[in-house]
């Protein structure tokens, strides 16, 4: 039997193919500290559980295909309080920014269609895509630009008769880079002149560093048909395992039809929907309170590479990764040394190869994601290993 060229052809996560590595290490007892994956140490704010354990029913039922109206509401204000204005219909819960994702692809795209998307991004943007037989035709962007986005001309000459739309996430996995001003209207023109979608993944909205403020493409008028905004509580929130994401957009026609999509798979968790109306409802300290613990981890990280010879990497102003250039030759080959032959007293860490988080074959070789997800004493202590890890690799 002959599995589908369509699965076959399917990467697979880079951020997760070195786990039975991970796996097998600490079952002989290293602790790995894990930067690999951005899934976030901060508790969940109590809100989420209390508003599950007072929810009154003896029966769980489906809920509404669009989602729990008090969760869209409770979006729509957490919209409104940046003078975004969304109506009911505009706003459609999903099993997490990852199924936003990928209806939004469904809807917009053909088979063969080509979606515009600044490299190095999110790995999974490439199973989002690759599921629907959508291509990612990328926009490089480098680390001595701090990962901002080339000139429109250089952007534009990439489109095809084939290209629906632009999709990125910012602030930027795995990049850490926010989008200036004058970038998101650059990026407004191009969708204006050539007839795309933009779609904005915004799910690390809110950690923004050193004063700056992560502005929703929600904000940027005349193209308020084609911007699709996505949403998540898994980061900002510090809820990846609730599951709850969502699609904004003011183009109902294209709403109305993800609806469809909705349908198909009938609902989203109707408990977990529940908890995520009282998260929007949160206030500007909750952000600010993360904000200033991710920032100080950042200044961690980026401080201890600053120190080590060879690392290449900008300062990343939101989300909580940052990509760096090491000295090495192949930063997987570097991970997996670090798990199985390397330890500080019974300690390692666990990073990301970058390869995968690029299109263009042959870029990010010597360069690893690392998620600064940990509180800042274990990032110091893994700074630390990985400081005398390269020094060791390369004598
Ligand atoms: C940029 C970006 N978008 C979307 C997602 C999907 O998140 P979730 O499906 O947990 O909402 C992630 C998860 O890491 C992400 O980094």
């Not at 951020?15 to 901060?42: E, S, W, Y």
């Not at 037989?133 to 990962?147: C, M, Q, S």
């Not at 700056?212 to 395992?241: F, H, N, P, Q, W």
């Amino acid at each position: 039997m002959i599995l589908s060229k369509r699965i076959l052809e399917m990467q697979e996560s880079p951020v997760r193919k070195l786990v039975p590595i991970a796996t097998r290490v600490k079952k002989n007892g290293k602790k790995v500290f894990h930067l690999n994956i951005g899934q976030p140490d901060i508790e969940t704010p109590k809100q989420f559980m209390e508003a599950i354990n007072n929810y009154d029913t003896r029966v769980i039922k489906y809920s509404f295909s669009q989602g729990e109206p008090a969760l869209i509401n409770s979006i729509r204000d957490y919209f409104a309080r940046d003078g975004i204005i969304f109506d009911e219909d505009e706003v459609l819960i999903t099993n997490g920014g990852s199924e936003a994702l990928t209806f939004t692809t469904i809807a917009i795209c053909n088979p063969g269609d080509e979606i515009l998307v600044p490299e190095p991004f999110y790995t999974n943007y490439n199973g989002f895509t690759g599921e629907v037989n959508v291509n990612i035709k990328p926009i490089t962007t480098l680390a001595k630009d701090g990962f901002h986005l080339p000139s429109k001309e250089d952007i534009v000459k990439l489109i095809t008769p084939r290209t629906k739309a632009i999709l990125f996430s910012n602030p930027g996995n795995p990049t850490g880079t926010i989008l200036r001003l004058d970038e998101m209207e650059m990026i407004a023109e191009i969708a204006k002149e050539n007839d795309l979608f933009i779609i904005s993944d915004e799910v690390y909205r809110g950690f923004a560093f050193d004063g700056l403020k992560g502005i929703s493409m929600g904000s940027i008028k005349g193209i308020e048909d084609r911007t699709v905004i996505i949403e998540s509580v898994s980061k900002r929130y510090s809820a990846c395992g609730a599951r709850i994401g969502s699609i904004q957009s003011k183009n109902k026609e294209l709403m109305k039809n993800i609806l469809k999509l909705c349908q198909a798979r009938l609902c989203v968790a109707t408990l977990e929907q529940i908890g995520a109306a009282e998260l929007y409802k949160l206030d500007d300290n909750y952000t600010a309170m993360i904000k200033d613990e991710y920032q100080d981890r950042r200044d961690i990280v980026y401080s201890t590479l600053q120190d080590i010879p060879g690392v290449v990497c900008e300062k990343p102003s939101g989300a909580f990764y940052v990509v760096a250039k090491l000295p090495v030759d192949n930063a997987e080959k570097f991970i997996i040394w670090m798990l199985e032959e390397f330890d500080v007293d019974g300690q390692t860490i666990m990073l990301s190869p970058a390869e995968g988080f690029y299109a263009t074959p042959g870029l990010g070789i010597d360069e690893v994601r690392i998620a600064y997800v940990l509180n800042t004493k274990d990032m110091e202590k893994s700074m630390y290993i990985l400081k005398k890890g390269l020094e060791k690799y390369n004598s």
